[in-house]
């Protein structure tokens, strides 16, 4: 028989903290949002206590052969696409190849696991759920942005694929009035919320 798991508790050996896009060309963002110190303190305490980490990050063609065809009414700040702004089909060329890099603050390691995506969610067309299962991974922790756009496709899919998903609040990036409502009145109904700090106890309390 099942049993549930303790919901303040984290076997280190059965959690994976994933990272998501906290990479270059989103500095601004992610900046403005101030979570980088927390995310640092998060992935020392992680490699610490032996949690696997895996930098989920944006990946395309620069000829948009692998970009998405869904159509939206704006773009990432609500801006509407127009007939003179029109939706790009191609990644924005001005960015270069640095953008795709994950930022140096977090210290990405040869020991990590590189989780490139082509969608939003980490886990569609991508080696994570792979990689969960070979290192036997049961809970696995969810870090930056856009909180309310990957990290929940990321936390739904995770969620069917019955992982515990923990979403860590301050070390989430994205406009601030989706990010609050995401963490406060969508996630705990789906998954746990918890802070650096809860984290980090969490990982104690199982020595």
């Given at each position: 028989?099942?049993?549930?798991?303790?919901?303040?508790?984290?076997?280190?050996?059965?959690?994976?903290?994933?990272?998501?896009?906290?990479?270059?060309?989103?500095?601004?963002?992610?900046?403005?949002?101030?979570?980088?110190?927390?995310?640092?303190?998060?992935?020392?305490?992680?490699?610490?206590?032996?949690?696997?980490?895996?930098?989920?990050?944006?990946?395309?063609?620069?000829?948009?052969?692998?970009?998405?065809?869904?159509?939206?009414?704006?773009?990432?700040?609500?801006?509407?696409?127009?007939?003179?702004?029109p939706q790009p089909v191609r990644p924005d060329q001005e960015l270069g190849g640095l953008?795709?890099?994950?930022l140096a603050e977090l210290g990405p390691r040869p020991s990590d696991f590189d989780v490139?995506?082509?969608?939003?969610?980490?886990?569609?067309?991508?080696?994570?759920?792979?990689?969960?299962?070979?290192?036997?991974?049961?809970?696995?922790?969810?870090?930056?942005?856009?909180?309310?756009?990957?990290i929940a496709s990321t936390v739904y899919a995770g969620r069917d694929l019955d992982y515990?998903?923990?979403?860590?609040?301050?070390?989430?990036?994205?406009?601030?009035?989706?990010?609050?409502?995401?963490?406060?009145?969508?996630?705990?109904?789906?998954?746990?919320?918890?802070?650096?700090?809860?984290?980090?106890?969490?990982?104690?309390?199982?020595?």
């Amino acid at each position: 028989m099942w049993e549930r798991p303790d919901p303040d508790s984290l076997a280190a050996g059965r959690t994976a903290l994933v990272v998501f896009d906290m990479l270059e060309m989103y500095r601004p963002g992610i900046e403005r949002s101030g979570v980088i110190p927390a995310a640092v303190r998060l992935l020392q305490s992680c490699r610490e206590a032996g949690v696997i980490v895996c930098f989920a990050r944006a990946d395309h063609r620069p000829d948009g052969a692998d970009y998405t065809r869904v159509v939206t009414d704006a773009d990432r700040n609500f801006r509407p696409w127009t007939r003179a702004r029109p939706q790009p089909v191609r990644p924005d060329q001005e960015l270069g190849g640095l953008a795709y890099q994950v930022l140096a603050e977090l210290g990405p390691r040869p020991s990590d696991f590189d989780v490139p995506k082509h969608r939003w969610s980490a886990f569609h067309g991508t080696v994570l759920d792979t990689i969960l299962r070979a290192q036997n991974i049961e809970s696995v922790l969810v870090i930056g942005g856009s909180t309310h756009v990957g990290i929940a496709s990321t936390v739904y899919a995770g969620r069917d694929l019955d992982y515990q998903m923990i979403v860590v609040r301050d070390a989430c990036t994205g406009n601030s009035d989706q990010r609050e409502y995401f963490l406060n009145s969508v996630f705990p109904r789906v998954c746990r919320v918890r802070t650096v700090d809860e984290v980090r106890s969490m990982l104690s309390s199982r020595g």
